[in-house]
Nanobody, 122 residues
């Protein structure tokens, strides 16, 4: 079965850290560029980080630059999103998705995981 499964979401205090994981099953994640997307309550989903197969020119939204870091371990079929210095506005559901490419403005998701919930308390 082809799946992307996110994990690592939790309740964290402002200033804290979390690491999200996105594990692929049924296909080789290393053949795909991957995006991390954030959907805050009542808002549209938006890309926060997009990472290419070869790790170059990783995109970060202005709101997370310097705080979030995307990485990937193709041998483990896993992509990560390290989130530091978290803020209440980081609250929401985080999704990973395969994306066609990474541009200066971000990326667009093709195949999505089910999401993981992150709540940052003030």
């Amino acid at each position: 079965q082809v799946q992307l499964v996110e994990s690592g979401g939790a309740l964290v205090q402002s200033g804290g850290s979390l690491r999200l994981s996105c594990v692929a099953s049924g296909f080789t994640l290393g053949y795909y560029h991957i995006g991390w997307f954030h959907q805050a309550p009542g808002k549209e989903r938006e890309a926060v980080s997009c990472i290419r197969i070869n790790h170059d020119n990783t995109y970060y939204a202005d709101s997370v630059k310097g705080r979030f870091t995307a990485s990937r371990d193709n041998a483990k079929n896993t992509v990560y999103l390290q989130m530091n210095s978290q803020k209440p506005e980081d609250t929401g559901t985080y999704y990973c998705a395969t994306v066609g490419d990474v541009w200066d403005w971000g990326c667009m998701g093709d195949y999505w995981g089910q999401g993981t919930q992150v709540t940052v308390s003030s």
